[in-house]
């Protein structure tokens, strides 16, 4: 049964250790060294889960609450900085799963004013932006960092 478990220092290397195509998304490595700096500039950062099957790692997640008056009209929102699942276990429903988990978990956490939750995809991921859309998310217009931005109304 696919579940989240946040990420931890018992759990954090066995996440690295998963691997997907880094044309779309960049290593868990580089995802949690962006995040610990983040976290450090700024005294908070985004909130990480690794993907399991029952006990086996199958993926990564990671988002952020995000407060920024000249972002989204000043209104709070979560802004999805990864997701990934590894190589050996795409095609077998994890991703699907897990965003549907995420996004239930993110609708209990104590900033529920967020109505809003972006992310961004590279152009020419399919797979990810058929996903994203599965879930409702559409296409804002917006470029983010040369990948293609889309909103989701929580």
Known sequence: MVNL????SKNCFEICELKADEAFVATNE??????YAYYVENGVGPIAYGIYNDETPVGFIMAEYCLDENDNDGKPYYYLWRMMIDNNHQGK???KTALNLFIQEIRKFPQGDAEKFFTSVVPENEVATKLYESFGFVKT???VDDEEGM????
């Open 141 to 143: 217009g917006e470029m």
């Open 151 to 154: 909103a989701l109304v929580l």
């Open 5 to 8: 478990k946040l990420i931890t």
């Open 30 to 35: 580089e995802s949690m060294i962006e995040a």
């Open 93 to 95: 429903g994890y991703g």
